[in-house]
């Protein structure tokens, strides 16, 4: 048994830079023919020059052979100047920009402090019509992690709206059934202009993936896996068909030392057996006949952008996940190597997958 897709997108991805840029672009390349490319870098990507040369940076790195195209995005600061946003979009640079909460995640530090202060910014986006993709969580000490995303909802995202009704927005990697069913309503009361992205492991994972045999930090991400209620609400949104609802792996690699260490980094690598891990998914749920929308074109129509004419088959054979990455997938640019002890541990790891990719020349 196999499936023909059209070769889909990734609509959320962490391509890093520098070393784990040249070990892990393959990884998303050999599957996906486009990916949104997260801004959060150090120095984070918020100008039209910092996009060009992130952007550059990337396709260096990719393979010989490969066709992909990064899709750049804006990270959002309290003080970015409405111009150069403009600026990137109408030139084509900047696909969408990105809205980190202050401290929400990796490398969020120089993320928006309050809403209010990027008013301007918001404002210049929706009369463009340039997506705002957006960390939903919020940040006060005093909030349960694990209730994060659903009070985001009530006291930023639902206000955000209503003062910006033709902003196109995209709630990235959602984790729990609030949020489910928020954009679920809003596109079938007519609202097309609010979508989400779901990752494959907030799919297969509750929180007690995190804690079974130890301490897990491999399972340890943002948001944080939520309760089974949670996953199986994700699960009924991905595989119902609906265009409001689309993939992004949000993988998001860390060196092994960054994970191991007594405050683990937030983050799952999943970008080399992410289509096989949806299609487990889709195929445990009686579903596959909407895989193709889920992976290969909500994504692209929200967007405004063509669908793909190449193709990707998923075979249905079993794999074997290996632990990490293997050579020559460290190999890398000059000096800037990254050992192999390093490379980040792969979702599945161990695992038996029962779809491979087998990429249509």
Request: proline residues 7%.
């Amino acid at each position: 048994m196999s499936l023909e897709l059209r070769r889909p997108d990734d609509w959320h991805v962490h391509l890093r830079d520098g070393a784990m840029l040249w070990a892990v672009l393959p990884a998303t390349a050999r599957t996906f023919a486009r990916a949104i490319v997260m801004p959060n870098l150090r120095p984070p990507v918020a100008s039209v020059d910092a996009a060009l040369a992130y952007r550059s940076r990337i396709l260096e790195a990719l393979p010989e052979g490969i066709r992909f195209e990064p899709l750049m995005t804006a990270y959002l600061t309290d003080d970015l100047d409405p111009d150069e946003l403009a600026k990137g979009f109408t030139q084509d640079v900047f696909r969408a920009a990105k809205l980190y909460p202050a401290n929400a995640t990796t490398n969020s530090a120089a993320g928006v402090s309050d809403l209010s202060k990027i008013s301007s910014v918001l404002s210049c986006m929706e009369s463009i019509d340039m997506p705002l993709l957006i960390h939903g969580e919020v940040t006060d000490p005093d909030v349960d992690v694990f209730d994060r995303e659903a009070l985001f909802i009530e006291r930023h995202l639902k206000p955000l709206r209503q003062r910006h009704p033709r902003l196109r927005i995209v709630l990235e990697h959602i984790t729990t059934e609030e949020s489910a069913i928020y954009i679920r309503d809003a596109y079938q009361s007519g609202d097309e202009r609010i979508a989400a992205t779901i990752t494959p492991h907030h799919l297969h994972l509750n929180r007690n993936a995190m804690f079974v045999g130890g301490l897990r930090s491999d399972f340890y991400c943002l948001p944080v896996v939520k309760r089974e209620c949670h996953r199986r609400a994700l699960v009924k949104a991905a595989t119902s068909g609906l265009p409001c609802f689309f993939l992004g792996t949000d993988s998001a690699p860390h060196p092994r030392s960054g994970k191991e260490s007594a405050c683990g980094c937030a983050g799952i690598f999943n970008a080399l057996h992410a289509l096989e891990s949806y299609a487990a998914i889709f195929e445990q749920e009686g579903a596959l006949e909407y895989l193709e929308g889920f992976a290969s074109e909500h994504g692209p129509r929200f967007y405004g952008l063509p669908l793909n004419t190449d193709t990707i088959t998923l075979a249905r054979r079993d794999q074997r996940v290996p632990s990490r990455l293997v050579p020559p997938a460290s190999i890398c640019c000059g000096d800037d190597a990254l050992p192999d002890g390093e490379l980040p541990l792969l979702f599945h790891a161990g695992e038996t997958l029962a779809w491979t990719v087998e990429v249509n020349s």
